[in-house]
């Protein structure tokens, strides 16, 4: 089934297929680190139960996102992201195994996961079909190592298939009308032929001066844009990764395994001038002493890392450190002293440490009541915070950002007049259609008479399940309202203001006669049955966080 959808959809139904790929699962990338906010103190207070993992615990968080991730990896073949959005998959998945045991749903078998296997997106080749020689490179890259084993890997694909088993069971056969199956089918099999007309924003420069009372007003209406956040007051225990180097010995068998992984990952001198490209296997030679360089630096920081983190356990441990004069005091007995750094928003981390956002969200975290982070990675090595003061947010005066807001006003009325520019154009274009002037002409003619630069173009006949080449996405958004012979409002991107003219617009058959009625159908009974099985599935989420909330003192 997942096989199928994978292939028609993608290929046939685009849209559809990236509505029911976002409803399905969305993947996100969770890095577990003593930056979490649940550390050593932490650890003694925080308990709350959800379908029998501890939220409170870092061993258990550490199985629920790794599970959550591997899991998405391997069905969208591809991570690097993270958030929010890994969380609630994480709930979903364990809320959904939980309702699978107390439905009784049976263990997957062997030959499930076998068949599973082949419609994982992490092993499909070009042409999205299964790839054994993906499939057996992933199986060797676990050998190397890393923390995820076969067994994880086996598990998570069982439990992914009891997912899907009992989302097929919760959320039904998906019912749907026959007026959406005709909806989706004129949606995505229209034929267009399209005019296009490009205004070009960045050349556009009317001539904007504004007066000290429009500023004020602007400033006035738009004050949350330029509110100062808090910021944080915080000095370091800096373990730098550098100190660490001399210690560090490498093999050329542990270079060469390095380089081996991940060969992209290094840059290769380009041609000439060229910019740097990414290396391929052959090219070990020419990035060898780079790879060198960076296993040594990755070995000094965990390292650094460790001696961060002994000395944050020391620290906690020694009940004189309670206190800032304590704190201070331990310190100078241990003759450290503490770097001071730049006031700096969690926005952005402070400047002398590359604004790292680990080290700015472990800042954040600390105050009276906890004055000491935990070791925070970062790359150069790891730090230690120490809580000084929070500065709270405030409105700045006009004066203080001043030129911000000038620049913003003139901005926001520049859009604002080419939006009415496009406005007249489209009256302009229109008058001109219907006195028989061709669409590239009558654009032409009434930019140039506006003062702004135009390029026309033609699309050839395209449908959205096939669409033209190089066709700009937000000309797409267009199409809903508009009728052959009609000229779309504007449609502004970041550079240009697109003016779309429907030349022809030739309907599907909405029959049930039509060969892709019956598969239109079928993904959107597909659709409306993941959405009801995830209503069920978030529910039950909200019911379990809400039934362990922890009791306000």
């Known amino acids: 089934m997942i096989s199928w959808i994978q292939r028609n959809m993608q290929r046939h139904h685009k849209i559809l297929f990236g509505s029911l790929l976002f409803v399905v699962i969305v993947a996100f990338v969770f890095v577990t680190n003593a930056s979490s906010g649940l550390g050593w103190k932490d650890r003694e207070v925080l308990k709350r139960e959800f379908f029998g993992y501890n939220l409170g615990s870092d061993e258990d968080q550490a199985r629920l996102y790794g599970d959550a991730n591997l899991s998405a990896t391997l069905q969208l073949g591809y991570s690097g992201f993270g958030g929010e959005q890994l969380q609630s998959y994480a709930f979903q998945r364990v809320a959904s195994l939980h309702l699978a045991d107390r439905l009784g749903l049976p263990t997957t078998s062997k030959e499930e996961i076998a068949d599973h296997i082949r419609t994982l997106r992490a092993f499909a080749g070009e042409d999205g079909a299964f790839d054994a020689a993906s499939y057996a490179a992933f199986r060797d890259s676990l050998k190397t190592g890393g923390g995820v084993t076969e067994a994880d890997v086996a598990r998570v694909m069982g439990d992914d298939v009891r997912i899907n088993k009992l989302q097929k069971l919760v959320g039904g056969p998906g019912y749907v009308l026959d007026e959406d199956v005709r909806t989706a089918l004129a949606r995505s099999d229209t034929r267009w032929t399209l005019g296009i007309a490009a205004l070009d924003y960045t050349a556009y420069a009317p001539a904007v001066t504004p007066a000290p009372a429009d500023l004020a007003k602007f400033f006035g209406d738009n004050t949350f844009r330029y509110e100062i956040g808090p ?323």
């Open 231 to 553: 910021r944080i007051v915080v000095g370091a225990l800096n373990f730098p990764a550098a100190d660490h180097l001399a210690a560090v010995q490498v093999t050329e068998e542990e270079v060469r395994g390095a380089f081996d992984r991940f060969p992209g990952a290094f840059a290769k001198p380009g041609p000439d001038d060229a910019a740097p490209q990414p290396a391929t296997a052959a090219d070990y030679p020419l990035v060898r002493d780079q790879v060198e360089a960076e296993l040594k630096l990755a070995r000094a920081r965990n390292l650094a890392s460790k001696a961060a983190a002994d000395l944050a356990l020391a620290i906690f441990e020694n009940p004189n450190t309670k206190t800032a004069d304590g704190l201070l005091a331990y310190l100078g007995s241990r003759q450290l002293t503490l770097q001071p750094l730049a006031p700096f928003t969690r926005e952005a981390g402070p400047a002398e440490f590359g604004q790292s956002p680990e080290i700015a969200a472990a800042a954040f975290r600390l105050g009276e009541s906890r004055l000491v982070s935990d070791a925070v990675t970062h790359r150069q090595g790891a730090v230690i915070l120490v809580w000084q003061e929070t500065q709270p947010a405030r409105t700045p005066l006009l004066t203080e950002v001043l030129d911000r807001v000038t620049a913003d006003y003139i901005e926001s009325e520049k859009r604002r007049r080419f939006v009415e520019l496009g406005r007249t154009l489209k009256t302009d274009v229109t008058q001109r259609l219907a006195a028989g002037t061709a669409f590239a002409e009558a654009a032409t003619a009434a930019a140039r008479g506006a003062g702004v630069s135009v390029t026309t173009s033609q699309t050839a006949a395209f449908t959205r399940r096939e669409p033209a080449a190089d066709l700009n996405p937000a000309v797409l958004s267009t199409l809903e309202r508009l009728e052959k012979g009609q000229v779309s409002d504007m449609v502004l991107t970041a550079d240009q203001g697109l003016l779309v003219f429907a030349a022809e617009k030739q309907l599907p058959d909405l029959s049930e006669a039509n060969p892709t009625y019956a598969a239109a159908r079928a993904q959107l009974a597909l659709l409306t049955s993941r959405l009801a099985a995830n209503s069920v599935i978030n529910d039950l989420v909200a019911a379990e966080l809400k039934r362990t909330e922890p009791a306000l003192n």
